[in-house]
Each structure stands twice: as C-alpha cells, then as structure tokens.
C-alpha cells in the first residue's frame, strides 16, 4: 500500500509545478527518502518472517526471546514509518491544494 502511495505522491508531484518551487522540490526528494526507506523496511520484513520460519522449524540456537526483541524493534521501525508518513501525506496535500 504504501509503495503504491509513493508512486502517487510522486506523480502528483510532478504534475505540479515544483521547479520553481524549493518546497515542491523538497517533497520530491522526501518522496524519493520514503521510497528508499519503505524498501529497506520491506527487505527487513522478509527477513524478519525468514526468522520466524526457523523459529517454528525448532531450528537451534534461535530463541524466542530474541526473535520477540526484534519483532518489537521492528514494529518500532513500522510505527515510526507510518507516523512519518501520514505527516508527509499532509505535506504533499497541502502543497497541492495551493496550486
């Protein structure tokens, strides 16, 4: 979902007018950052339900308690990247609705 929102924040974007613009141009580059981030988040994700498979396969020197340490790290990660983005959403709508 949130990757299919970049791609439109990132249309919208260059719809606008946003060469003349320092704040349009700087929507494009957090466009660009959330992007990047939500794709590392992503690889992260994977990784962290390839843990989880080995967990359940009884595969040894896993424990639960690490793999519950991280998955609380990684929805700190995931809650920080939606507070993040529901700002920048903000951002991108107010700069359209001027133009």
Same mark, same amino acid.
Do not use: C, P
């Given at each position: 979902?949130?990757?299919? =929102?970049?791609? +439109?924040?990132?249309?919208?974007? %260059?719809?606008?007018?946003?060469? *003349?613009?320092?704040?349009? *141009?700087?929507?494009?580059?957090?466009?660009?950052?959330? =992007?990047?981030?939500?794709?590392?988040?992503?690889?992260?994700?994977?990784?962290? =339900?390839?843990?989880?498979? /080995?967990?359940?396969?009884? =595969?040894?020197?896993?424990?639960?308690? *690490?793999? /519950?340490?991280?998955? %609380?790290?990684?929805?700190?990660?995931? *809650?920080?990247?939606?507070?993040?983005? %529901?700002? +920048?959403?903000?951002?991108? +709508?107010?700069?359209?609705?001027?133009?």
């Amino acid at each position: 979902f949130w990757k299919d =929102e970049t791609k +439109f924040f990132a249309d919208l974007l %260059r719809r606008k007018e946003t060469k *003349e613009s320092e704040y349009g *141009e700087m929507l494009k580059n957090l466009d660009k950052i959330h =992007e990047n981030l939500f794709d590392y988040l992503a690889d992260d994700i994977m990784g962290h =339900e390839r843990l989880l498979s /080995r967990l359940m396969q009884g =595969e040894k020197g896993l424990s639960d308690g *690490e793999y /519950r340490e991280k998955h %609380r790290k990684l929805g700190d990660r995931i *809650e920080l990247f939606t507070t993040d983005f %529901r700002e +920048f959403k903000k951002m991108v +709508f107010g700069y359209a609705k001027k133009f």
